[in-house]
């Protein structure tokens, strides 16, 4: 079988490379919530009821998830049931049940998650930004902060298609005399704002920064301050849904010049 190289593995691989390294580590557990995962099944699910296979490694329990069905067939050596699941929501259902997780064994990337570690990304994947309030007196070009972090707003904003316009990253100084930075988002709609604000947070504790360490504002196109968050703003790409395409169908007979055909 060829080895295929996901961005688990590379993940995986990035954090073997460097184990005394958070950031790696962080973004191992960044990719691995963000992917759709086969969970083996002990038998075939029941409508919305599964029973995951758990198998016991003497230090830990452990329930078995991969990230292609070509791996998990190899592991099992024949056509096993599976349920399709994201990694944290597969994360929020063991908590507390003392289950590990069992990644990609048998594989370049196989990885244990003890059930602590899965106590971990649940409380992190659950951590909700709080709201306040701040005036800014002056904003300017954003400094100060690691590549990693800069890397990781830009690659979540990119999956945030048609959740707002754009984004802008600036320095910011306040009235209360506190300096920081912000990332201004234009014209997301309200339901997507607790979204956006989540997803930003997780962004910077996947890269190892406090959240505290970025404020997070929505603006629209009224708001006074714009054209300075356009001028001295980092800006950060929000991809745009794109436009259905409109097909004019006419009616056979409609087009002079294009008689109907018959037969």
């Not at 292609?68 to 067939?73: D, I, N």
């Not at 050596?77 to 990644?103: C, D, F, W």
């Not at 690691?146 to 830009?154: D, I, M, N, Q, S």
């Not at 990253?169 to 979204?195: D, F, K, M, T």
Request: charged content about 20%.
């Amino acid at each position: 079988m060829t080895e295929t190289h996901s961005e688990l593995d590379k993940a995986h691989a990035a954090m073997e490379a460097a184990p005394n390294e958070d950031g790696a580590r962080l973004r191992y557990y960044q990719i691995l919530a963000d992917t759709e995962l086969c969970l083996l099944l002990r038998a075939e699910a029941q409508g919305d009821m599964i029973e995951p296979e758990s198998f016991d490694l003497g230090d830990m329990r452990v329930v078995l998830v991969f990230d292609s069905e070509e791996r998990l067939a190899q592991f099992t050596g024949a056509a096993a049931p599976y349920a399709a699941i994201s990694g944290r929501v597969l994360a929020g259902m063991l908590v507390g049940q003392g289950l590990g997780l069992g990644v990609n064994l048998e594989a370049p990337s196989a990885f244990l998650v003890p059930p602590e570690g899965v106590a971990w990304l649940v409380d992190t994947l659950g951590h909700t930004p709080q709201e306040a309030e701040a005036r800014i007196q002056a904003l300017h070009r954003p400094t100060g902060l690691p590549a990693v972090v800069l890397e990781a707003l830009a690659e979540r904003l990119s999956r945030m298609a048609g959740l707002a316009q754009a984004a802008f990253l600036v320095g910011a100084e306040y009235h209360s005399g506190g300096r920081g930075h912000v990332l201004a988002i234009l014209n997301a709609a309200p339901r997507a704002q607790a979204p956006l604000a989540k997803a930003m947070a997780e962004a910077l504790t996947f890269s190892g920064i406090e959240a505290g360490a970025l404020d997070v504002v929505f603006i629209d196109d009224s708001h006074p301050f714009l054209p300075q968050f356009r001028a001295q703003g980092l800006a950060l790409d929000i991809p745009q849904p794109p436009q259905p395409k409109v097909q004019v169908v006419t009616a056979p007979g409609s087009d002079p010049d294009k008689p109907p055909i018959l037969r």
